[in-house]
């Protein structure tokens, strides 16, 4: 793993989780993000990226679920034990997915509501902050939020986040059900905050090839584990993630592919 | 003006000077279900607890340190509460927490009794009941204090919920408890701070509706008569609530005034909920009830 002089922003430790007292869904998952960095955790559905992030941000215990081994780092603090609210203040803030705007509420109080955390006096000026990234949202800052299009719902979702001010940003597949041309244009608003307001990004995306041309390093993970990790630009030349992940290959037979992944995921977990 | 348009009229307005009261117990079931997803079975003997409460201490201390003590007993229930029942119950599919409010109901019905008896009582607030001749009709000084006490409570409470940041964060957590959380709002304090101006609700209920017709068990039952407000205006809207319970106070009275010497009475108690029942067929989530908002 990357042994930088700096010790990583946030550094999950060999982490597992239980839902229900009894389905074990993570063994044994281990991960850092540098600071101003962009990762990405890629895997299918089901993989368990939004089991990690929500361990990450304490969210688990809303869906009886637990972590039960290992540690979460954030800026050399534990963070395992904290309420979700203050792991929120320590400047961990997840984009849940699905997008999960309060859509009863207007797109302005939905903002609002993510500085929940914060008490200074620059909330509203902040607002401004968030308009100047997200355009869209300030033309429609008084419509409720669940009448606006699904790509202002994402926007909306990633633009509440970053008015508590985070210092790492979890986005949970912020491209699920957009179209490709939205995809990229929130993707590179996303690559501007990490840029000009120097949020760390770890992104998981099941959109492997959008996310691995987005992201400097790559964790895939596979039934709860992490089987694959490295800088993105060698993750997109392995042969395993071009073939199940990008797309990327010749074999037509679709019951040869399966015999094939099958050997294939042998070989990782060797 | 003539005579039955005159009679019409005061019915009205009587009817919806007690209408407004109907709307303040029916508000304390649409807070917790807002913000939590319950159906409050218990909301009606909060009432009653506070109520009783009330009753007892009026005798002995001044108005207000009755008031205030009653005020810390129903935060330190909402509390409890919070901690006790809500809390190991987190995520808990919606009928268990309304079985557990079921079982909050019954202990503090048997609570109150317990520590204050099980004989009715009066409740005194220092008001002698007196009716005013106004342009022709007679208007009771109790419903006007009623009204002008609900009144002012709603208004308080769709201020606090419209204009202050835990309003705000309140509305967040009734749209999304886990999104609300993922943003740092601690659900705990939500549904402790909300449980809280459920009491206060019910103090307030209590209050003006023992003084009318006496402190005993059966003042749990008003919840009952929440239920059509409910209905009508919706079980998730505020201002559901209040027009939902200002239509049924002006349509029971109307309904017992005009067609009751007709039919020999007694329509009040069941008009309610027939109007409840039209409402049902043509709007299910009432007047005022939230659309579940779809896209596509
Ligand atoms: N609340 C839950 N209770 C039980 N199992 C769950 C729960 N949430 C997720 N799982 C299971 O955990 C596994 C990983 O899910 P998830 O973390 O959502 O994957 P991903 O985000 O990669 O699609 C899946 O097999 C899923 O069925
Ligand atoms: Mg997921």
Redesign the interface.
């Known amino acids: 793993m990357t042994q930088g002089a700096k010790p990583p922003l946030l550094r999950v430790n060999n982490i597992e989780v239980i839902y229900e007292h009894v389905i074990l869904v993570l063994k044994g998952v281990s991960l850092e993000v540098p600071e101003r960095g962009i990762v990405s955790l890629l895997g299918a559905n089901g993989a368990g990226k939004s089991t990690t992030l929500k361990a990450i941000?304490n969210?688990l215990?809303?869906?009886?679920g637990e972590v039960t081994k290992g540690t979460i780092e954030f800026a050399g603090m534990r963070i395992d034990r904290m309420?979700?609210?203050q792991?929120?203040?320590q400047g961990v803030?997840?984009?849940?997915e699905g997008r999960?705007?309060?859509?009863?509420?207007t797109v302005e109080?939905?903002l609002?509501?993510?500085a929940?955390?914060r008490n200074d006096k620059k909330v509203r000026g902040d607002l401004n902050v968030v308009y100047r990234y997200f355009r869209r949202l300030e033309q429609r800052r008084q419509a409720?939020a669940?009448?606006i299009s699904?790509g202002e719902q994402q926007m909306l979702a990633i633009g509440?986040?970053l008015?508590?001010k985070p210092k790492i940003m979890l986005l949970d597949e912020p491209s699920m059900g957009l179209a490709p041309l939205l995809v990229e244009e929130i993707f590179n608003i996303i690559r501007s905050l990490n840029d000009q307001e120097n949020v760390t990004v770890l992104l998981a995306e099941q959109n492997a090839a959008m996310a691995l041309d987005f992201a400097q390093y790559a964790y895939v993970m596979e039934n709860g584990r992490v089987v694959l990790d490295g800088e993105a630009a060698v993750i997109s030349d392995n042969e395993d993630v071009r073939e199940f992940y990008l797309g990327l290959t010749e074999i037509g037979k679709k019951s040869y592919r399966d015999v094939k992944h099958y050997k294939r995921r042998k070989r990782w977990l060797a | 003006m003539s005579e039955t348009l005159l009679f019409a009229l005061e019915l009205t307005i009587s009817g919806l000077l007690v209408g407004l009261m109907y709307s303040l117990v029916a508000l304390g079931f649409v807070l917790i279900y807002k913000a939590s997803g319950v159906f409050n079975f218990a909301q009606g003997d909060m009432t009653f607890l506070a109520a009783l409460a009330l009753a007892s201490f009026v005798v002995k201390i001044p108005l207000w340190i009755s008031l205030i003590v009653v005020l810390a007993i129903m935060l330190i229930l909402a509390m409890a509460v919070e901690r006790i029942v809500l809390k190991p119950l987190v995520a808990r599919p919606p009928l268990v927490l309304f079985m557990a409010t079921i079982g909050v109901a019954f202990f503090l019905q048997g609570l109150a009794q317990g520590i204050w008896g099980t004989q009715p009582r009066g409740l005194e607030l220092g008001l002698a009941d007196q009716t005013y001749d106004v342009a022709g009709m007679f208007i009771s000084n109790m419903d006007i204090l009623g009204a002008v006490v609900a009144g002012i409570l709603l208004i308080a409470l769709v201020w606090f919920f419209q204009k202050t940041k835990t309003g705000r964060a309140l509305r967040a957590v009734s749209d999304d408890h886990e999104a609300a959380l993922a943003v740092g709002i601690p659900l705990r304090k939500a549904w402790g701070i909300t449980w809280a101006i459920a009491g206060i609700v019910a103090i307030v209920a209590g209050a003006l509706w023992g003084s009318r017709v006496g402190v005993q068990a059966s003042l749990a039952l008003l919840a009952l008569k929440a239920l059509p407000v409910l209905i009508i205006g919706g079980i998730d809207s505020i201002p559901g609530a209040i027009l939902g319970g200002l239509i049924i106070g002006a349509a029971e009275n109307l309904a017992e005034g005009l067609i009751g010497p007709a039919v020999g009475g007694g329509i009040k108690n069941f008009f309610p909920y027939l109007l409840a029942l039209i409402v049902l067929a043509v709007r299910p989530y009432g007047l005022f009830g939230r659309e579940i908002i779809e896209r596509v």
């Open positions: 941000s969210l215990h809303a869906e009886r309420h979700p609210a792991v929120v203040k803030v997840q984009v849940m999960r705007v309060f859509e009863h509420l109080d939905n609002l509501c993510g929940y955390t409720k669940g009448y699904g509440r986040a008015m508590s």
